[in-house]
């Protein structure tokens, strides 16, 4: 059954670094999300993207982060300048374009600790 | 701006027992998507159950089914017959447009 992976699954950089988490979200699907979970804490959306653009993003999505599809196939997270509070778990996600229920496809998750 | 509330932090039910986890919403939107995700030690998350908002029927997978109450803006999950690989974080969350809203999660404890 196709999935969507993540790389690395842990990931420990020094703060003011920039990371680069990588996704792969399943062939066929549209729509690309990437969640954030603070360790204990509820899962939050960051942005999704469709069509080579961002069609929202929340409010910690700020300017130190951005997305990119570079080739078709990889979904990527960019951090510019990392911060301890930018610790958590980074979870990628993907969904067919159609039918308009269809549940999000989420990959195993990778964790970022920043020192 | 919707909300997810999910109001038991912890839940224990003792092995092939049944259990009920409680997920509020709110919303001024008329269709949307509500689903039961589970987070095990691993932290993947996978989806338990879906139900679309314009259905009046309770979704239904096996062991886990749901209570909608739409006017109440209420999706609660049941586990029957609780194993112990269904010990897990589980996540309500609602899809608004583009993206999902997630509660702060229901730790379920199974007891042997």
């Known amino acids: 059954e196709p999935e969507v992976t993540q790389t690395p699954s842990h990931q420990v950089t020094q703060m003011g670094q920039e990371v680069i988490l990588r996704c792969v979200p399943i062939s066929n699907h549209l729509y690309f999300y990437w969640y954030r979970q603070i360790l204990g804490q509820k899962v939050e959306f960051l942005v999704s993207?469709?069509?080579?653009?961002?069609?929202?993003k929340s409010e910690i999505f700020d300017d130190q982060f951005s997305v990119e599809r570079p080739d078709g196939s990889n979904f990527t997270l960019k951090i510019r300048s990392t911060k301890l509070e930018d610790s958590a778990m980074y979870f990628c996600?993907?969904?067919?374009?159609?039918?308009?229920?269809?549940?999000?496809?989420f990959g195993p998750g990778t964790r970022l600790t920043v020192l | 701006a919707q909300t997810v509330t999910q109001s038991q932090p912890e839940m224990s039910v003792q092995e092939a027992e049944t259990v009920t986890l409680s997920c509020t919403y709110d919303t001024s939107e008329s269709d949307y998507y509500l689903f039961w995700y589970k987070q095990p030690p691993s932290r993947q998350m996978i989806l338990v159950i879906r139900?679309?908002?314009?259905?009046?029927q309770n979704a239904t997978e096996n062991r886990f089914s749901v209570n909608f109450q739409k006017a109440a803006k209420s999706f609660s999950l049941k586990i029957s017959d609780s194993q112990l690989g269904d010990a897990a974080m589980y996540f309500c969350a609602y899809r608004s447009s583009n993206k999902y809203i997630f509660g702060t999660g229901t730790r379920l404890k199974v007891l042997a």
């Open positions: 993207f469709y069509n080579n653009e961002i069609s929202e």
């Open positions: 996600a993907s969904r067919p374009g159609l039918p308009s229920y269809n549940e999000q496809f």
């Open positions: 139900q679309e908002a314009y259905k009046q």
